[in-house]
């Protein structure tokens, strides 16, 4: 598997990536609106040059904020090897801070996170109910049965 920048990989893949694991390719957060086929980023491909995992970014003055990693095949390294990436990227441009925001059903992401250095910041309650009169297909309940309400912010200080 090979691990190459997002501008390298063909944008309808990365389009269509999204829109089947997301519902499309735009991620609303309490931070902003981002269309995630357009964002700067890392993807692992296959052999057979298909997705199976995707970080995407954006840098701020003095942060990088994650505004999306997804694996499709767990527990392969292939997510921890996204986010060293992108933690990489951070240090080649002197960016001390990588934050991210989920949401509070995400209990998997909280723990990968949090095994990697990320510490609980801020919690936005009820976000989710204002991201959702912008991307209505966001679920109400997410598959482990937790409603989907509020998010999180997690930060990473880099060395």
Same mark, same amino acid.
């Given at each position: 598997?090979?691990?190459?920048?997002?501008?390298?990989?063909?944008?309808?893949?990365?389009?269509?990536?999204?829109?089947?694991?997301?519902?499309?390719p735009?991620?609303?957060?309490?931070?902003?609106?981002?269309?995630?086929?357009?964002?700067?980023g890392?993807?692992?491909?296959?052999?057979?040059?298909?997705?199976?995992g995707?970080?995407?970014?954006?840098?701020?003055?003095?942060?990088?904020?994650? +505004?999306? !990693?997804?694996?499709?095949?767990?527990?392969?390294?292939i997510?921890?090897? #996204? *986010?060293? &990436?992108?933690?990489?990227?951070?240090?080649?441009?002197?960016?001390?801070?990588?934050?991210?925001?989920?949401?509070?059903?995400?209990?998997?992401?909280?723990?990968?996170?949090?095994?990697?250095?990320?510490?609980?910041?801020?919690?936005f309650?009820?976000?989710?109910?204002?991201?959702?009169?912008?991307?209505?297909? +966001?679920? !109400?309940?997410?598959?482990?049965?937790?409603?989907?309400?509020?998010?999180? #912010? *997690?930060? &990473?200080?880099?060395?």
């Open positions: 598997m090979n691990i190459i920048p997002t501008c390298q990989v063909p944008k309808d893949l990365v389009s269509a990536f999204f829109q089947k694991h997301w519902g499309s735009q991620m609303v957060i309490s931070s902003g609106i981002y269309n995630c086929d357009e964002l700067d890392y993807g692992m491909l296959n052999d057979d040059n298909q997705i199976v995707l970080i995407t970014y954006i840098f701020e003055e003095d942060a990088c904020e994650i +505004i999306s !990693l997804d694996s499709v095949i767990e527990n392969k390294g997510g921890t090897a #996204l *986010l060293e &990436k992108a933690e990489e990227a951070c240090r080649e441009r002197n960016i001390k801070q990588i934050k991210l925001i989920t949401t509070n059903d995400n209990i998997h992401a909280l723990a990968f996170y949090q095994k990697r250095g990320y510490r609980l910041d801020r919690l309650v009820n976000a989710v109910e204002t991201a959702r009169k912008m991307k209505p297909e +966001i679920p !109400l309940l997410a598959d482990n049965k937790i409603p989907i309400r509020d998010e999180l #912010l *997690l930060v &990473k200080e880099l060395q």
